[in-house]
């Protein structure tokens, strides 16, 4: 197939209009920094000539990622229904059920989730998971609220602690952004109560009391309030205000319904206090103040709290607090800390807590049992037998709960969902995620395919994980083509996952791997220090050193090798474009962070001053400054031939504004000696957030046209 676009297919190019930026004796004349002001007619035309330019030059493709698009569709399971969770409600007024089995539904055609509830015979007996389900009660159709809007999103969705009432939270814009509702759901009236204008979260203290958060003028959630239901919102109470401008703040109830939790956090400390949800409109208690450089969390734990922090602790430690603990001086140990183990949380039962961790790169749960008195014994691991593999502990809804609910998938596994009884140790598969016949590749059978994990050495001579997935029949020859994903970046790990649009590359001849670079929280806690701030480059050398091995290993060559990554990853994309552009045919940048330093510079701007403990502050530092400068993609083109380039953005997205990538386009089109083989493109959705699309269909025809365009890049003989 042709990468050749239509005979009047040209690139749209950008006016400069130069604006001097001068910072510690440095002037930049940014040519495009007016790209910004998205009211502006011109900005407009420009990113809808973009668009129109990136269809003109992939029009050729809407066989491939149609056939692609009809793959997913085929292969997944359209009308499904999710494993349901028992939840104990405190018994209604009325003699409503006080325990039901919660669970979401999907439905052919329909786009968004239905979420669904029906009355508990007990806690061992589910409904079935299959067909039609007697009784059940639809709490909220999501395509019911969803309808005459371009975009929809659920910020929050939590039941009343009696059972009787909802909230939920939604945005129709993409830009996070929510509005309150509350329903009856003994009626299935929506109540009078509308709260405008909140951020993530929504907690409740009994029946009558919600707490939820609000975000500045920088999208920084700073403030904690409550409203108590059948009350003007405009009068609802401040109950936390976070005044330094580093801190977020987030709120939430303990698993046994007895506290509010408010957590306030920077990139390096936090602080958590708590309020009894039997003295809703009580002032809380700061658990331990916070000390910078000391990040702990704090779970209430019954009869005391648990607390996972890092006083001392590199890869943190596991400790316990009296219920009514102000100090930290009152922690004391319960699983100390271990160099190489990164303790990541704890859930807490009356018999049990689970704690999360991180070893050798790979997640684990760890049990610990309580005696009669409350107290932990030595704890045990949860054994699993892949090689590479994701678990993380979904919790129970019930503080007594004798089982707790696992999630666990690898590359090759599909998400599964498992049931784990805290006494006996029995692990019970309840539901492994379908993954449909496809007419043109027939059904899924994961002995066709391998996982890998393989050590790239970097520059430096650490060792860096590489995750990779294949067909088994896929040569290691460099004919192969490939795609290499990373992030690297806030101590996020990318875990080995399963993903059924992925099934389209490899069934293709692809093989696909993950670098775990440092920035990211594979390896630990120093890790994460050795790729941020002054150690950033480590995260872009990485990167190339694990495209270099792959190459070196036979995986697949550099005329085939295609590089995505999104938002931080997209920053990564775009540092290793310049570092080593003859390293990769294609690149694929989602939502990109390519203008750092423009974007860290301006505190006005959303989420900047929270950054600083990230990327350091170039503003005040002259030489975060310097070495910011010396990568953001943006400042470092030059003229050399890049790789294809594929921009996404969305023209909503409050954490990096679609302008950060058009600017990069319209520069990069300035210097990139690229012939009309390796095109430079930017797509811009222009009613949508950070997450890109909303509604299964549209993310789905998202990825096809994503995948269709890699695929064109760097394996055109494929046929669809």
Known sequence: MSTSPGPDASPPIAEQRPRPRNHHGDQFDDPYEWLRDKENPDVLAYLEAENAFTEARTAHLDPLRNAIFDEIKARTKETDLSVPTYTSHASAPDGSPSAYWYYVRTVEGSDYPIYCRVAAVDRHTPPAIEGDIEGEEVLLD????????????????????????????????????????????????????????????????????????????????????????????????????????????????????????????????????????????????????????????????????????????????????????????????????????????????????????????????????????????????????????????????????????????????????????????????????????????????????????????????????????????VPRDGSAPAVLYGYGSYEIPIDPAFAISRLSLLDRGFVFAVAHVRGGGEMGRSWYENGKTLTKKNTFTDFVAAAEWLVEQGYTSHDRLAARGGSAGGLLMGAVANLAPGTFRAIHAAVPFVDALTTILDPNLPLTVIEWEEWGDPLHDPEVYAYMKEYTPYENLRPTEYPAILATTSLNDTRVFYVEPAKWVAALRQVALNGDDKPILLKTEMVAGHGGVSGRYNSWKEIAFEYAWIIDQVAPQTNP
Do not use: C
Not at 426 to 444: A, C, F, I, N, S
């Open 142 to 473: 999501a395509n019911v609220a969803a309808a005459g809007h371009e975009f929809f999103a659920i910020g929050a969705f939590a039941v009343s602690v009696d059972g009787t009432l909802l909230g939920y939270s939604t945005d129709i814009s993409g830009g996070e952004r929510f509005t309150v509702r509350f329903k009856d759901l003994r009626t299935g009236e929506l109540l009078p109560d509308v709260i405008e204008d909140t951020a993530y979260g929504l907690a409740w203290a009994g029946n009558s009391h919600v707490f939820y958060t609000r975000a500045d003028d920088a999208w920084r959630p700073y403030v904690v309030r409550r409203h108590k239901i059948g009350t003007d919102a405009a009068a609802d109470a401040d109950v936390v205000i976070e005044t330094d401008e580093r801190f977020w703040i987030g709120v939430d109830a303990s698993r046994d319904d007895e506290w509010i939790v408010i957590g306030a956090g920077s990139k390096l400390t936090s602080e958590f206090s708590l309020l009894s949800a039997a003295d809703p409109e009580g002032v809380p208690r700061v658990v331990a103040p916070r000390r910078q450089g000391i990040e702990y969390d704090v779970e209430p734990a019954g009869d005391r709290l648990l607390i996972v922090h890092n006083d001392g602790a590199e890869d943190f430690a596991l400790a316990q607090a009296p219920l009514d603990a102000t100090s930290h001086e009152q922690w004391t140990p319960v699983i100390d800390h271990e160099p190489g183990v990164r303790l990541t949380g704890v859930s807490a039962f009356a018999g049990h807590a689970v704690v999360s961790l991180r070893r050798n790169g790979l997640t684990g749960l760890h049990v610990l049992p309580r005696d009669a008195d409350g107290n932990f014994g030595a704890g045990s691991d949860i054994e699993f037998d892949e090689p590479l593999f994701t678990v993380e502990s979904s919790g129970a809804a019930d503080y007594d709960a004798t089982t707790i609910r696992l999630s666990y998938g690898s590359m090759l596994t599909p998400d599964s969902v498992y049931d784990y009884d805290l006494t006996s140790g029995e692990l019970t598969l309840l539901k492994r995620t379908p993954v449909q016949d496809d007419p043109e590749h027939g059904p899924y059978n994961p002995d066709d395919y391998v996982q890998e994990r393989g050590w790239a050495p970097a520059q430096d001579g650490t060792q860096i994980p590489v995750s990779i997935v294949r067909r088994r029949d």
